[in-house]
């Protein structure tokens, strides 16, 4: 008897888990509400990129501000700039930026005509965006100045 009982148990069983099989619900998401667009880009929105320009000292007026660290203004012939930097005579207006003066250039008074190399961060906006009423801000974090070679 115990011979026959097996089997049938086995059979009830696979009939009892094979019915609820048969009514599964399958799921689809639902489709984004009416009106919904996706967030904006920040294309437009001013960003900061490095900024690298050589030139000629014109003048200067520098205070010391902390160790190698300056403040005040550097009036530079810029012949050399990267990222659509201006070239020309430029003020750049200095914040506790470091300032090296190599050999034989005095930190106190360097020469006119001395080589100066500027490194920072200028702000910008992406070619096809609306420039009007955008003046790019140029952050000088680090100047260094060396002797003239005439």
Known sequence: MKKFAM?????????????????????????????????????CTPHSVGYNATGKLIASNLTVSGEGR?????????????????????????????????????????AVGSR??????VTQLAKKCPAEGFVPTVTVRKVDVRQSKS
Not at 15 to 42: M, Q, R, S
Not at 84 to 96: C, I, K, N, S, V
């Open 116 to 121: 100066v190399k500027l490194h920072g961060k």
């Open 70 to 110: 300056y403040s005040g203004t550097l009036e530079v012939q810029v012949n050399r700039a990267n990222h659509r930097g201006l070239t020309g005579d430029e003020t750049f207006t200095l914040t506790a930026a470091r300032v090296f003066f190599h050999h034989g250039v005095d930190p106190a008074d360097p």
């Open 7 to 43: 089997p049938a148990l086995m059979a009830a069983a696979a009939l009892a888990l094979a019915v609820p099989a048969a009514g599964a619900v399958t799921y689809t998401p639902a489709p984004p509400p009416k009106g919904h667009k996706p967030p904006k880009g920040h294309k």
